[in-house]
């Protein structure tokens, strides 16, 4: 189905170079993602405007192209009211609707909710310069059929880590599983120490993604103590940390 929403060409507005004040965004998301079990009839999203002045939003679904007008982008999702107006420290509740029940269902599907804050316009004295920025934010929606389990943690601990290549060191994170993981960080440790920079990843359903850890020299560390330590964001945004040994081909 075409989601057919007009859309606002405000992405960023700059009036003058002297800023004499800034517009920050005032709304805030009940959710930092959506989860849209196939067995319920819509998601509830609930926006609130913490500021102190009126908020326009728009609204639009894409499938991972964010630089896609909405009126071009075919998703099977419309959502109940894609433009709202959010008066000073009130709240709206829209729908997110399925249109489209043939979607995979081995496997979960992820889409992105996107949020588009546009600003009114400052009272500001004539000749006055200014700056106002539109906030944009993107926020996963994932689709999970039926048959698919709800423990993502669980799922997580399940996945399958391969060294590619031993220097520079580069692995394989494999994920066995039919939900979406998100990673917050992974990271290699001895004995209790961070080694490197951190990395993080969303590794799609029955797939894998490739960890650059260029940085770290396996032959000086101590096998004994070494180890990945993951942490996984569940559906609720909080995150649970386990770790892995590393095993040498």
């Known amino acids: 189905m075409k989601f057919n929403v007009r859309p606002i060409r405000i992405a960023f507005l700059l009036m003058g170079v002297l800023a004499a004040s800034i517009a920050y965004s005032g709304v805030i998301v009940n959710a930092t993602r959506f989860i849209y079990k196939s067995n319920n009839r819509d998601v509830s999203v609930r926006l609130s405007n913490e500021g102190e002045n009126p908020a326009l ?3 639009w679904i894409d499938d991972g192209a964010p630089d896609l007008a909405p009126n071009k982008i ?3 999702f419309v959502i109940s009211s ?12 829209l729908r997110l609707i399925a249109t489209n029940p043939t979607l995979p269902q081995d496997r979960e599907t992820m889409y992105w909710l996107n949020i ?3 600003p009114p316009k400052p009272k500001v004295d004539e000749g006055q310069n200014y700056m106002q920025f539109s906030v944009r934010t993107r926020l996963k929606l994932i689709y ?8 993502v943690v669980n799922s997580a601990k399940e996945v399958r880590l391969q060294i590619v290549q031993e220097k520079p060191l580069r692995m ?17 440790m001895e004995g209790g120490q961070k080694i490197g920079k951190p990395l993080y990843a969303t590794v799609s359903p029955f797939d894998g ?4 850890f260029s940085e770290v020299d396996l032959s000086q560390i101590n096998k004994e103590k070494v180890e990945v330590l993951f942490s996984v964001i569940d559906d609720n945004g909080a995150s649970s940390t386990f770790g892995m040994p590393i095993v040498r081909r």
Do not use: C, H, M, W
Request: proline content about 8%; cysteine-free; aromatic content about 4%.
């Open 57 to 59: 939003v728009q609204l």
């Open 74 to 76: 075919d998703v099977p």
């Open 82 to 93: 894609p433009t709202v107006r959010i008066e000073p420290k009130q709240s709206r509740a």
């Open 116 to 118: 588009l804050e546009i």
């Open 144 to 151: 999970r059929p039926e048959k698919v389990g709800n423990d």
């Open 172 to 188: 394989k994170l494999v994920n066995a599983s039919a939900n979406y993981l998100n990673f917050g960080e992974i990271a290699i």
């Open 209 to 212: 993604t490739e960890l650059d």
